[in-house]
């Protein structure tokens, strides 16, 4: 396996925004719908966003779940899933919660002058759990080189959340297997509001179209599950 089986998971508006522009962040997803995620979460062995999303949101990225926890536990498992952040140019704070929760540590991805900015952020850093690993994964860092470095910690299935620019890289690339979409049934109605992808070259196209393997509701959101190439090993 060259690379582990990788789930894009995002909420957004019916007009396909992640955020609005105001101060706090917009909540898209129903209590349901974040205890789906939770399993989701559970059942994978890594998690991974962008620099972006750790400075807007300061996320913890945990299994929330006591019962799932324990789970995983007895799976032999740590409590919660290695989690990563790809950062061009070391733009990151590693006293964000991201860094200083959990049991399983984290990995930077960056590359070029970004590695240098994040060892010497490093220098900084208490030492002690959870820890925290730097890699270079070219400049600019590339889905390739972190998925290798992924599969090589024994990551065999990986959870991408955002944002905008990562579900990008990714999907571009065309090295993700599946996606989860929840669609919040608002508008956001905001030019400048963070959407669910950028511009790019997508290799799905109207020629060579997703498989949608899953549709259904939680409240009133929709959730769509779609197939882009190989089934789920595990």
């Known amino acids: ?90 733009d990151i704070d590693l006293g964000a919660r991201f860094f200083t929760t959990g049991d399983a540590g984290a990995v930077v991805y960056t590359g070029g002058p970004g590695v240098d900015v994040v060892r010497d952020r490093m220098a900084g850093r208490p030492t002690g759990p959870p820890p925290v690993d730097v890699v270079d994964a070219g400049d600019p860092p590339t889905v390739k080189a972190i998925q290798t470095d992924l599969v090589a910690r024994g990551v065999r299935r990986l959870l991408v959340e955002g944002g905008g620019h990562v579900h990008t890289m990714f999907l571009t690339a065309g090295r993700v297997d599946e996606i989860r979409l929840a669609i919040a049934p608002f508008f956001v109605g905001e030019a400048d509001a963070p959407s669910f992808v950028h511009p790019g ?6 020629a060579s179209p997703m498989r949608l393997v899953e549709t259904r509701t939680i409240g009133d959101m929709a959730i769509l599950r779609y197939r882009l190439d190989a089934d789920d090993p595990a």
């Open 1 to 90: 396996m060259d690379r582990p089986y990788t789930i894009l998971s995002c909420a957004m508006s019916v007009d396909g925004r992640i955020d609005d522009t105001g101060p706090d962040r917009l909540r898209l997803s129903n209590e349901a719908d974040f205890a789906e995620v939770d399993e989701l979460r559970a059942r994978c062995d890594a998690i991974l966003v962008g620099a972006g999303t750790l400075r807007t949101d300061d996320p913890r990225l945990l299994v929330r779940s006591e019962r799932l926890r324990a789970r995983r536990r007895e799976e032999g498992r740590t409590e919660n899933l290695l989690k990563a952040v790809i950062t061009r140019g070391g």
């Open 201 to 206: 070259v997508f290799p799905r196209t109207p």
